[in-house]
T-cell receptor, first 114, second 109 residues
């Protein structure tokens, strides 16, 4: 089956910890994205990557870091510098960034700070 | 910066009703506009994608229209069913995707 997978589905973080959210796609897409969703708000872009070994900050990159060592994978690390990390995190991919086709979304990871 | 607004924030209708969800955006220089469905605690599923050169798209009971000049799109759902209950998100693409906050739809049996 082609698609995007995210793991884990639920994640709990203690104060001061870094945690990494996984995102994998087998759609052969060049572009990948990370969004954050808070209750009653639209999705906000954290980081995106147009190609392997390249990524750009989105609107709310502070306290987050990413890597793109493989085309299929775009992990997101939530660092201790992110003061309010509790949210629903969504990963997406598309053939190209800014292209006219759709973005495909993973099932999401819910992160809770204890 | 593109701003996307969806009205209403929540909507409750009896089964069988036709309904309209609204989306407005501030910058008309867009590549396309998409409507997504999101079930609670899940990812987004694309429903309809309208390119900037198109006026509408249809899929089954769903019809989405686009008026770039006025910065508006509507999603029309015909003969609503309880299974249509979900949050519907509008997203505008002008090199970056900008999302509205969504309309939470409840269709009562």
């Amino acid at each position: 089956d082609g698609g995007i997978t995210q793991s884990p589905k639920y994640l709990f973080r203690k104060e001061g910890q870094n945690v990494t959210l996984s995102c994998e796609q087998n759609l052969n897409h060049d572009a990948m994205y990370w969004y954050r969703q808070d209750p009653g708000q639209g999705l906000r872009l954290i980081y995106y990557s147009q190609i392997v070994n390249d990524f750009q900050k989105g609107d709310i990159a502070e306290g987050y870091s990413v890597s793109r060592e493989k085309k299929e994978s775009f992990p997101l690390t939530v660092t201790s510098a992110q003061k309010n990390p509790t949210a629903f995190y969504l990963c997406a991919s598309s053939t190209q960034q800014g292209a006219s086709d759709t973005q495909y979304f993973g099932p999401g990871t819910r992160l809770t700070v204890l | 910066k593109q701003e996307v607004t969806q009205i209403p924030a929540a909507l409750s209708v009896p089964e069988g009703e036709n309904l309209v969800l609204n989306c407005s955006f501030t910058d008309s220089a867009i590549y396309n506009l998409q409507w997504f469905r999101q079930d609670p605690g899940k990812g987004l599923t694309s429903l309809l994608l309208i390119q900037s050169s198109q006026r509408e798209q249809t899929s089954g009971r769903l019809n989405a229209s686009l008026d770039k000049s006025s910065g508006r799109s509507t999603l029309y759902i015909a003969a609503s069913q309880p299974g249509d209950s979900a949050t519907y998100l509008c997203a505008v693409n002008n090199n970056d995707m900008r999302f509205g906050a969504g309309t939470r739809l409840t269709v009562k049996p």
